[in-house]
């Protein structure tokens, strides 16, 4: 602890820089990636704010999306990040990713919601990889002991939320051509001409629900729904924090009373105030029924007009066998 102290010092004079990354591998050289649980999501759904949860114990560091925030990294894995089926080989990405999820490797980023001393004396980390969503098999199979969460929410909660922020795109066009052509081929054929964006966010959701759900082992991926959390979060997490032993923060109650930190200002989270069912009044209701045809044309079972989802359809889901996309 006096070594961690002292590097501490010197972090406060190096910045969220090199130097934060260097110093980190020091104080780390040593960790085992058993202890490194990654939180697996789609946009949109929660997960932040999940992390924020999940990481609030003692001796635990989150690590805000290390694939965003660094040009290399971008460069690395631009098109190859969002879409790798379960045994590619893609040394370079697992290299860095390596790295990072031992917290070789820091940015500013990375570093969202954690403060350098929380990352030097922390035993546990947990990494969120929004952007490996339909890379959920590959993470798996590439760091085989590293304990994982895949974070669920309802297609039209996110749909409703990626309607309300600019950078996703608001023409069906725009909203494909903002994401790696690889990733779009299995939403574009469920979407299978149809047109509005609420349609095309849903076959995405899809897409990435079917990596998740389809190409992971329930054993070694725990599934959590956002609804579930909302309504009793210490009733959810606390078995799967137990699970992967992470110290459960002795303040969960009033953390999770508060949006998270990245959560949009149009959100209807923060200006409905009720975290399942705020999307229900804000989405149009042509909308609601074309987002639920799309799950139900992928084979999605689990959702429909409850903002609530069927949790044994979701869990019975995740333990059969892979199902394709427009099936």
Known sequence: ????????????????????????????????????????????????WVQELISGGPGVCP????????????RLSREREALITRDEEVPDLEAFLSRAMRGHHVTKLAMRLATPRQLLEADRFVVKHVQLSLAAGWLERVFPTSPMVLLVRHPCAVTQSMLTVRWSGSTVDEIFERRPAA???????????RTTP???????????????????????????????VADDPAGALGPVMEHLGLPRPPDLAARSAKPSATTHKT???????????????????????????????????????DPRPDLDALHAQHARPPITAGT
């Open 198 to 228: 609420a349609e095309a966010f849903a076959a995405l959701w899809c897409t990435e629900m079917i990596a998740m759900l389809g190409d992971t082992d329930p054993a070694r991926a725990s599934l959590l729904a956002y609804e579930s």
């Open 63 to 74: 690590i805000f999306e290390p694939l965003q925030g660094d040009a290399r990294v971008n």
């Open 183 to 193: 990733s779009n081929r299995a939403a574009l054929e469920l979407l299978d001409g």
């Open 267 to 305: 959100s209807a989270v923060r200006s409905s105030g009720d975290l399942v069912s705020g999307w229900v009044d804000r989405l149009d209701v042509a909308d609601r029924d074309a987002v639920l045809a799309v799950v139900r044309d992928a084979g999605i079972t689990g959702y429909g007009a």
């Open 1 to 48: 602890m006096g070594q961690v102290k002292r590097l501490g010092r010197k972090v406060e004079r190096v910045g969220y820089s090199h130097g934060l990354s260097a110093v980190s591998r020091v104080v780390h050289a040593r960790h085992d990636l058993a202890d490194t649980v990654s939180l697996i999501a789609s946009k949109r759904t929660g997960s932040t």
